[in-house]
């Protein structure tokens, strides 16, 4: 059995909503829309949802400018459904036939799918379906509300909203249709954003030393010591030749560097402090050297850009 709901194959060429068929006040400035919604907050005939609230009207007001429709169609026909602007259907077809951009609509029911074929002005026409079994798929046949009730119907919306949203976003401007945002799960809150502490930065040698201490605690816990008449405070491990050389040669301040020559001062080999005590006078040489290399370069911008200056 097949169902025709509706056809359209004459042009449209006046806007149905827009333009020199509109008809009622449309607020110019930001004072306009603001006195504008006041005195409608405080009428009987608006909907429910607006009434007392100006604040609501005007961005109605603002949403219907953006995609064409005047203030209290705007009002009549958007819906804000989990927290998102949406058309009710009606509406987004009475847009899109206003725009003077269709062709041609079709839309019917074969057996358990809808179709809504679409014609843009200067494109090949374009179908989309909505069956019973995508519907049984998404959860939504046999709902309660409208599915039950109105099944075939809602069947129309769906392939009606995607052929629209498809073959005119720019019309549309991605809002949604307000019988297929019904269906949409609502949004989930995040929950505030976890905050982790940022741990403060350390110095390689800091890094080294702690490493050290953390060797020298475990071993004082894990080793049983030997019952003497006077005990000696456990010793701490110290550094290793290989150690100190490292955070010898990677130091880029006095500050490193003073810190790798505490280090090197616990070598308990005299050999092993001679050939630190080597590494940390040419690294200081080094360091001044390239201390020297970058003032001479400043010092040379320097007088380039005032030589520039004084040219001009």
Request: proline share 8%; hydrophobic share 40%; glycine share 8%.
């Amino acid at each position: 059995m097949t169902a025709q709901l509706a056809t359209i194959s004459k042009p449209q060429t006046a806007p149905a909503l827009t333009g020199a068929r509109q008809i009622g006040l449309t607020p110019q400035s930001i004072d306009e829309a603001l006195r504008m919604a006041e005195i409608m907050s405080k009428a009987s005939i608006v909907p429910k949802d607006y009434q007392g609230n100006p604040g609501n009207i005007l961005v109605a007001i603002q949403w219907g400018a953006e995609i064409g429709l005047p203030p209290l169609q705007a009002m009549q026909n958007l819906a804000v459904i989990n927290g998102r602007p949406a058309l009710w259907g009606d509406a987004v077809i009475a847009l899109v036939r206003g725009s003077g951009l269709l062709d041609s609509i079709h839309e019917e029911i074969t057996g358990d799918v809808a179709t809504c074929t679409v014609k843009r002005r200067g494109e090949p026409p374009a179908s989309r379906s909505f069956s019973v079994e995508d519907a049984k798929r998404a959860g939504l046949y046999g709902k309660q509300g409208p599915w039950q009730q109105y099944p075939k119907r809602m069947l129309q919306m769906r392939a009606r909203a995607w052929a629209l949203r498809d073959i005119f976003p720019d019309v549309l401007r991605g809002v949604h249709v307000a019988e297929e945002a019904q269906d949409m799960p609502n949004e989930r809150p995040m929950g505030p954003a976890e905050v982790i502490p940022t741990e403060p930065a350390t110095s390689r040698t800091e890094a080294v030393k702690a490493a050290l201490a953390g060797r020298s605690k475990a071993k004082v816990a894990t080793t049983t010591p030997t019952p003497v008449a006077a005990p000696d405070a456990p010793q701490e491990d110290g550094p290793d030749l290989p150690m100190v050389l490292t955070l010898i040669r990677d130091a880029g301040t006095e500050e490193e560097l003073h810190g790798a020559g505490e280090m090197a001062g616990r070598l308990t080999s005299t050999a092993d402090k001679d050939a630190a005590r080597a590494a940390y006078k040419a690294r200081a040489k080094a360091m001044k050297a390239e201390a020297e290399e970058e003032a001479r370069l400043e010092r040379e911008a320097i007088q380039a850009e005032d030589l520039g200056e004084e040219a001009k």
